[in-house]
């Protein structure tokens, strides 16, 4: 395929898919412009007309992994149904979205929390996807702690949550540790004990 092949507007989408497909098999590390063109089927040069450098492909790379993470969060709220707000998005439901999208897509989420993409702030739409993520977790945490513990701050109880839930996610994916070296049956089954023993009342649903 050259570059005439590309209807207008569908380069940009063959060169993103071409670089996730890079990124997932052989990580940061392996993904360069010219691989990414390569493999899309065009010349190096038509890649320039859609991203204006590498930090630009991979800001746009972790701003879907974020927006992917959001989603893999609500589905597992949604799965878990509930009567109120505070089960429906409970810390539970969106560790197990957060884990399960990590363990899915390790080479994205690496990235996606990784030091390439430098200064957020140069790319907007990445930093509004990954805090949408930490707000979902942030809301969550809010709410129980309002209820349960007026006197801590919403903000450094969300940022436990979300180390909690984020060094999980890590452990995991760097192999230091497994449902079997905690001796429970599956990562579903970690992750809700991991949750019980900071956030998770006795009582609440899983």
Same mark, same amino acid.
């Given at each position: ?15 993103? =898919?071409? #670089? ?6 052989? $990580?940061? *590390?392996?993904?360069? %412009? @010219?691989?990414?063109?390569?493999? &899309? ?62 363990? =899915?897509? #390790? ?6 929390? $990784?030091? *390439?993409?430098?200064? %957020? @702030?140069?790319?907007?739409?990445? &930093? ?79």
């Amino acid at each position: 395929m050259n570059d005439r092949n590309y209807h207008h507007g569908n380069l940009r989408e063959a060169l993103t =898919e071409a #670089a996730q497909d890079i990124l997932a098999t052989g $990580g940061v *590390e392996a993904l360069s %412009l @010219r691989k990414v063109a390569l493999k &899309a089927g065009v010349s190096p040069t038509a890649l320039y007309s859609h991203f204006k450098d590498k930090r630009a492909l991979l800001a746009l790379l972790a701003t879907r992994g974020f927006e992917q993470l959001s989603a893999y969060m609500e589905t597992e709220t949604h799965k878990a149904g509930s009567s109120s707000d505070t089960d429906a998005f409970s810390l539970l439901s969106l560790a197990r979205g957060y884990v399960k999208f990590a363990v =899915e897509n #390790a080479e994205l989420f690496r990235l996606m929390f $990784g030091q *390439e993409v430098g200064n %957020l @702030r140069d790319f907007p739409e990445l &930093a509004e996807a990954g805090s949408k993520c930490y707000a979902m977790m942030a809301d969550c945490v809010a709410t129980r702690v309002n209820i349960n513990n007026p006197a801590t701050s919403p903000t450094v109880a969300a940022t436990a949550a979300w180390s909690l839930v984020h060094g999980l996610a890590t452990l995991i994916n760097d192999g230091r540790v497994s449902a079997n070296s905690c001796g429970v049956t599956s990562n579903d089954e970690m992750i809700r004990q991991v949750c019980q023993t900071l956030f998770v009342r006795a009582g609440d649903r899983a």
